[in-house]
């Protein structure tokens, strides 16, 4: 038996979606509500956590396999093997501020960063040689500039649309972010044959 673990929110009905189409079937109640579950024939355990939480279960063996984001994995920096890129959940993370307030090119130093992805912005001003002030938050990030505490944002966007709404523009692309499917390092090697054959079955339909 293969334990996978999927992410809560929106990568969730895809991914079940893409297992269906490899001929897995679920229990008919709400799988969403559920905690973890198995398809029918007791081959594969599904284990819901949230997303951030995904590669943490797979890095210590407690899943097998996982669905992650990429922006997930580069944030985390977890020891995971990727397998494969399943080209759904598509999104941005970008750096955004106030409507004209700021050029890319000529970002002054000491600005003040809101974000919840502090690794990866980091990184990235750090390629900039720039010197920022780092301000993490676990929501509602666009609110920041607005607010007045911050100058920037680094966030995840998909459409764009509710940067505009709060009167924001994107001023960079730091990474383009898809769901992808990653093994535990040392199951990749011992369960090989299974894992394999699973991620080609995967692969055929992504």
């Known amino acids: 038996m293969l334990t996978i673990a999927l992410s809560k929110g929106y990568l969730l009905d895809t991914a079940l979606k893409l297992f269906k189409k490899i001929g897995l ?7 969403s509500r559920k905690l973890e579950f ?18 943490v279960y797979v890095e210590y063996g407690t899943a097998d396999l996982g669905i992650a984001g990429k922006d997930i994995l580069l944030e985390g920096r977890h020891k995971v093997t990727e397998l ?3 080209k759904f959940g598509f999104c941005r993370l970008v750096l955004a501020a106030r409507r004209g307030a700021y050029r890319q090119d000529t970002l002054p130093t000491g600005l003040r960063v809101a974000t919840k992805f502090s690794n990866s912005a980091a990184a990235y001003f750090q390629k900039l040689d720039l010197d920022v002030e780092l301000i993490k938050l676990y929501g509602s990030v666009e609110l920041a500039p607005v607010d007045g505490l911050s100058d920037v944002i680094i966030d995840l966007v998909a459409t764009g649309r509710t940067l505009k709404e709060n009167g924001l ?5 730091i990474y383009q972010s898809t ?6 390092r040392v199951k ?6 299974e894992i394999m054959a699973l991620a080609k079955k995967i692969k055929r339909v992504a």
């Open 25 to 31: 079937h679920f229990p008919a109640a709400d799988i």
């Open 38 to 55: 198995m398809d029918s024939t007791g081959e594969y355990r599904f284990l819901i956590v949230r997303p951030v939480d995904v590669p």
């Open 84 to 86: 494969l890129d399943l």
């Open 169 to 173: 523009e994107v001023l960079d692309e």
């Open 179 to 184: 769901a992808r499917l990653i093994a535990n």
């Open 188 to 193: 990749a090697k011992s369960r090989y044959r």
